[in-house]
């Protein structure tokens, strides 16, 4: 219970802001092929996989909650002042991953070089995303006197591709909804539902349908993917965290009142390190898991 809440949180801390997939955190923590399976699961017939799976997702849920709450709540605002701060140690985190996930996955890609093409198509679909042009400052405004058909399709759309993103190691769901310029719109709601401000509910109804939908169409390709061809995606899930680095790097002009990119000036050598730390955290806490 308390391992698979540490794993939600960290995902939700993930989620919250742009550059990071919470698919990445549960690529690192060794969960991911679980919390794709248990996914997949929920919409099987099986009843005894559906349970198991219903309790997994749960306990992971209880700790992304509590983790997107916190992050919204109060680690929006640190994102903000501390953004060079926060983005070196992201820059650490991922950085010092991918080798790691390098030899986890030895069996699996060793002899098939051939696949490299994957992980050049990884890397390119994320700086690609990176380089659309997000939109900055309030955005649109999303509360219940401005809701209509239109923006409903929008924001259901919207949830349905970000979701996509946020099961994806490497892409962030967060930098797509900055490029729908529906981040600072959604964050917002949940801060105002957070306050009890039921304004906001209908939006955030139509964006979780979205994100629903977005799960059933996408887990089952995921899965029968990594099933199958499990060689090319884990070169392209590596692709992509490669990728994320470039989407770190930029993240700063991504924030309400955009910053400058991240530079050999602002750049936290201090806070680089604490990724790397916290990527040693990581796996102890995934060695934890493995024996439990």
């Not at 009843?47 to 109060?74: D, H, N, P, T, Y």
Request: aromatic share 10%; charged share 15%.
């Amino acid at each position: 219970m308390i391992m698979n809440f540490i794993r939600g949180f960290c995902m939700a801390l993930a989620d919250s802001v742009p550059g990071v997939s919470g698919g990445t955190i549960a690529f690192l923590l060794g969960f991911y092929d679980k919390f794709i399976d248990s996914l997949d699961h929920i919409m099987g017939k099986d009843k005894k996989k559906r349970k198991e799976a219903i309790l997994f997702l749960c306990k992971i849920a209880g700790g992304w909650i509590i983790g997107m709450a916190g992050s919204v709540l109060v680690l929006a605002s640190l994102f903000e002042k501390h953004i060079y701060q926060i983005s070196s140690m992201f820059l650490g985190l991922i950085l010092f991953s991918i080798p790691l996930i390098i030899s986890e996955e030895k069996k699996t890609i060793k002899g098939n070089y051939r696949h490299l093409f994957f992980l050049v198509i990884g890397v390119a679909l994320v700086v690609v995303i990176s380089c659309l042009n997000p939109v900055a400052g309030e955005g649109i405004s999303v509360d219940a006197g401005s809701l209509n058909i239109g923006l409903g399709a929008y924001v259901f759309i919207a949830g349905m591709i970000a979701i996509c993103a946020m099961v994806l190691p490497g892409i962030s769901g967060s930098t797509i909804l900055l490029v729908f310029g529906l981040y600072i719109p959604i964050i917002t709601s949940l801060k105002e539902i957070l306050h009890l401000n039921m304004e906001y509910l209908p939006v955030l109804i139509i964006f979780g349908l979205g994100v629903l939908t977005g799960i059933a169409l996408v887990i089952r390709a995921i899965k029968t993917s990594l099933k199958k061809y499990r060689s090319q995606m884990i070169y392209l899930i590596i692709g992509m965290m490669i990728g994320s680095l470039y989407a770190i790097k930029v993240g700063p002009t991504t924030l309400e009142a955009p910053r400058d990119q991240l530079t050999l000036s602002t750049f936290s050598i201090v806070f680089f390190i604490i990724g790397a730390i916290l990527v040693l955290g990581l796996q102890k806490l995934q060695m934890v898991g493995e024996e439990k």
